[in-house]
């Protein structure tokens, strides 16, 4: 499969722009995770609901709305990042306007985000180094080599998003209160399962895809009532 160069040329004016085309990747070498590995990261990010932490704040949104928000939110992020994904490494006309549609999600996303932190936070949290739209730049990296069959490419990719997973980890982490160590493994998550999805789908493994797609969508729902519940705890929503 290989991109168009009119596909290709659609990348670069959207990256230019700094749109998304999420999804991460966190594999080198060895493109796919271990059942077992898979299995831990889930059985993290389920811990991690009883976290604490503290500070208070009238103006934040209540508990029920943020959750529900931030689920809607991430579910379709993956859902958008999947589609565009697919689209870009078959060379569709649909990319451009998948992507378009996915970087109003992720503006969407930053603003929840920053109606709880702030603007600056939110702002941070999207076009920061190594955050939310440095990572779908990876990303659209990955796809346009896997559809080159460009290993090294790939290689690079993976590495940046790597980074990706600890730098943004970190934010994350930093202002939910939420440990290090158990964001990174649920954002290495996400980030596997849209890689797999993605791998398949280029490699013409329908089925396995549609597999992948199902997970990648359902983890999003625990992403987002995992953070949810630790800015209700932290800002003591009711």
Known sequence: MRLTRSTIAALAALLAGGVLVAVALAASSQ????????????????SMHSMHSMTATKTSPRAADLRVTLDRLFAQHAVLAMNATNAGVTGSKSFPAVAKTLDANSVAISKAIGSVYGAKAGQTFLDGRFMWRDHIRFFVDYTTALAKKNTAGQTKAVANLQRYTVTFGNFLAGATGLPKLSVRNDLLGH????????????????????????????????????????????????
């Open 191 to 238: 980030v596997l399962e849209l890689k797999n999805q993605l791998d398949a789908y280029a490699a013409g493994n329908y089925a396995k895809a549609a597999t992948a797609y199902d997970a990648a969508y359902n983890h999003m729902f625990m992403t987002g009532d995992l953070i949810a519940d630790a800015i209700a705890k932290q800002k003591n929503l009711r």
């Open 31 to 46: 493109p796919s995770m271990s059942a077992s590995q898979s299995s831990g990261s889930m059985h993290s990010m389920h």
